[in-house]
């Protein structure tokens, strides 16, 4: 393991979140996958050498809290609307995504859900929290209005409003943004969903709302699964029981939090725990690598990261490496000797 990332994550903040994690991949283990993706492969209609993601695989279970990381372009967010099924008519997927065991085109939509980054794009600004939230109930239950508004004040006490009949009343733009984004988890609630796709849902919230929200996520995940995108390394490795790391449509490492934290395997996952700032007196340089992410229509055969790692080998250039390892941590990476 590199110095610099050993340096970002002192031993303190390593204990941590490996306390908090150990037990609860131990009972995530133990059952069947609930999201199965293999082979993933999101490509541009009519360019098919044009790929947004590419052969991208991993398992999601019950209970499990599973942070995907990776810089802006690397296809974070076009991985999580192909899941909801919502992806662009102008790209084309192959591959397959199971949930339950069954194909994303046989499942009821109602069992995925997910928190988008910015409520205020996806909260009508004209109609109240109360009509909003009391129509998603009505489409999804069959309710009457009456009941439809009970059921919506109790999804507002799920979610930490203390004044729910109040808050009923308001219009978007009379909340903060994390009353928004409360009502948001709510509507996504009211779906009664397996799997809970977030979209870093608190990059635009302040600390003490982005921990709220975080506890409320906690509390909810027992009982489905949390797919949970963020820029945010520390809530990554504090929160989640497993982290995926996407670089350039690929994933190239997946592990147990506490052990991609102690010893990140792929070149890429020590670059981006080298750009941490240490949580020591001492400050020093922050790190990048060389370089910058190569564009969809820029990514040639071999590892995409190729042309940014300084220990690149020929065969990186021209074959692609898969994920290899063991069951609690997986990386794809041609040369892994330290």
């Known amino acids: 393991m590199d110095q610099t990332a050993s340096d970002a994550l002192e031993a303190p903040f390593v204990q941590a979140f490996e306390q908090g994690n150990a037990g609860r991949q131990?009972?995530?283990?133990?059952?069947?996958?609930?999201?199965?993706?293999?082979?993933?492969?999101?490509?541009?209609?009519?360019?098919?050498?044009?790929?947004?993601?590419?052969a991208v695989q991993f398992e999601l279970r019950k209970g499990e809290f599973f942070a995907l990381v990776?810089?802006?372009?690397?296809?974070?967010?076009?991985?999580?609307?192909?899941?909801?099924?919502?992806?662009?008519?102008?790209?084309?997927?192959?591959?397959?995504?199971?949930?339950?065991?069954?194909?994303?085109?046989?499942?009821?939509?109602?069992l995925r859900a997910m928190i988008y980054q910015q409520p205020s794009l996806y909260l009508n600004p004209v109609r109240n929290i109360g009509f909003?939230?009391?129509?998603?109930?009505?489409?999804?239950?069959?309710?009457?209005?009456?009941?439809?508004?009970?059921?919506?004040?109790?999804?507002?006490?799920?979610?930490?409003?203390?004044?729910?009949?109040?808050?009923?009343?308001?219009?978007?733009?009379?909340?903060?943004?994390?009353?928004?984004?409360?009502?948001?988890?709510?509507m996504a609630l009211a779906m009664k969903p397996k799997l809970l796709i977030a979209d870093e849902p608190t990059s635009a919230l302040d600390v003490t709302t982005q921990k709220q929200i975080l506890d409320l996520l906690e509390r909810l995940r027992s009982d489905m699964a949390i797919l949970f995108v963020t820029h945010d390394l520390g809530v990554a490795l504090q929160r989640s029981d497993r982290i995926g790391v996407l670089y350039a449509g690929q994933l190239v490492e997946i592990g147990r939090a506490?052990?991609?934290?102690?010893?990140?395997?792929?070149?890429?996952?020590?670059?981006?725990?080298?750009?941490?700032?240490?949580?020591?007196?001492?400050?020093?340089?922050?790190?990048?690598?060389?370089?910058?992410?190569?564009?969809?229509?820029?990514?040639?055969?071999?590892?995409?990261f190729a042309s940014r790692c300084s220990g690149t080998l020929d065969i990186c250039r021209h074959i692609a490496p898969v994920l290899q390892g063991t069951p609690q941590q997986v990386v794809a990476c041609h040369n892994l000797e330290p």
């Open 26 to 54: 131990a009972i995530a283990a133990g059952s069947p996958p609930l999201l199965s993706i293999t082979g993933l492969t999101v490509v541009v209609a009519g360019q098919p050498e044009t790929r947004l993601l590419d």
């Open 70 to 110: 990776g810089e802006s372009g690397s296809g974070k967010s076009v991985l999580c609307s192909t899941i909801m099924g919502v992806a662009s008519s102008e790209l084309k997927c192959l591959g397959d995504i199971h949930i339950e065991g069954r194909p994303l085109a046989e499942i009821d939509r109602r």
């Open 132 to 186: 909003q939230l009391r129509e998603t109930v009505q489409m999804i239950g069959g309710l009457s209005k009456k009941e439809a508004s009970e059921r919506a004040a109790d999804l507002l006490c799920d979610v930490g409003i203390d004044d729910p009949k109040e808050t009923m009343r308001k219009y978007p733009h009379e909340m903060s943004g994390g009353m928004n984004q409360r009502v948001m988890i709510a």
């Open 258 to 304: 506490d052990l991609v934290a102690r010893t990140p395997l792929h070149p890429y996952t020590r670059a981006l725990f080298s750009a941490v700032p240490p949580l020591s007196r001492h400050p020093r340089r922050l790190h990048s690598p060389a370089g910058t992410l190569p564009e969809p229509t820029q990514r040639q055969a071999g590892c995409n």
